[in-house]
């Protein structure tokens, strides 16, 4: 996993949630009316990609590396903050941008060759040099794509999975 960083504007840029991506099975709601701000859950990730966000509730740093969905932070808080983790962890799914390096004909599989559920995929139909498909239904939001791109091409959003 690249430990390049990224700056604010680009975490904004993530999903243009203001105050960016909240724990898996958490929510913005649950945050605010649950959350203590004990950093259990920060310090419990096995990954380190939470970090105090505002009033130092938890927020996801996808620079940092990607979610396993492991459940440590669930697990962890002792608040109603997180719902069941048998659910889906979260409505995001990635987006690519016309920044992609294969809109200006630049060869690029950075991001394909990184995700474990091939969700991208390279569709050399498109010419010159392919174009990058996304099955948003495979996607799990797991954000390991998200650095690697030159380009931060890549964006997070909602996305209702199905199933
Ligand atoms: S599920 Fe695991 S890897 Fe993902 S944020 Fe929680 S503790 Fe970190
Ligand atoms: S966010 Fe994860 S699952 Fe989705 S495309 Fe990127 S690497 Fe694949």
Redo the contacts with the bound molecule.
């Keep these: 996993m690249s430990t390049q960083t990224r700056s604010p504007s680009f975490r904004k840029a993530l999903t243009g949630r203001s105050v960016g991506i909240r724990?898996?099975w958490s929510s913005e709601a649950t945050i605010k009316s649950d959350c203590t701000s004990c950093s259990r859950c920060i310090d419990?990730?096995?990954?380190a990609?939470?970090k105090p966000g505002p009033a130092n509730t938890p927020v996801?740093d996808f620079s940092a590396g990607a979610?396993?969905?492991?459940?440590?932070?669930a697990e962890a808080c002792p608040e109603p903050v997180f719902s069941s983790t048998d659910a889906c962890p979260w409505t995001l799914a990635a987006q690519i941008s016309d920044g992609c390096m294969l809109s200006i004909g630049i060869g690029c599989q950075l991001c394909t060759d990184v995700c474990d559920q091939s969700a991208l995929r390279l569709d050399l139909r498109v010419r010159p040099v392919g174009r990058i498909a996304i099955n948003q239904d495979a996607c799990t939001g797991c954000g390991a794509c998200l650095p690697l791109c030159p380009t931060d091409a890549i964006t997070l959003g909602d996305y209702a999975h199905e199933g």
């Design positions: 724990p898996p419990s990730c096995p990954e990609i939470l996801v979610c396993t969905f492991c459940k440590a932070c």
